[in-house]
């Protein structure tokens, strides 16, 4: 199977599987929502290093986040103190 760009309607079933929103997998990749919007509409279709990305964590059911090496949002983080 050759590797393309993600179609609009690829992006949205990939959002439902992982269980995230448009924001949310925006913010992870560092990407302005509204980029989101224009691959979720179909206005752009979303490149092949996103949609590699996107593609593995469905594939291996896993967040996007394990696999980019992002620390779980839901934990705080601790801050250094020097002493």
């Known amino acids: 199977m ?15 599987e992982l269980e995230l929103s448009n924001y949310e997998f925006c913010k992870l990749i560092g990407v302005n929502d509204r980029t ?27 967040s996007p986040a394990r696999l980019v090496g992002s620390p779980p949002t839901s934990f705080p983080t601790r801050s250094r103190t020097s002493s």
């Not at 290093?49 to 291996?60: I, S």
């Open 2 to 16: 050759p590797i393309s760009k993600m179609t609009a309607k690829e992006y949205e079933r990939a959002l439902e």
């Open 36 to 62: 989101g919007r224009a691959w979720i509409n179909g206005q752009y279709l979303m490149q092949l290093p996103t949609a590699g990305l996107l593609r593995l964590a469905v594939r291996l059911k896993v």
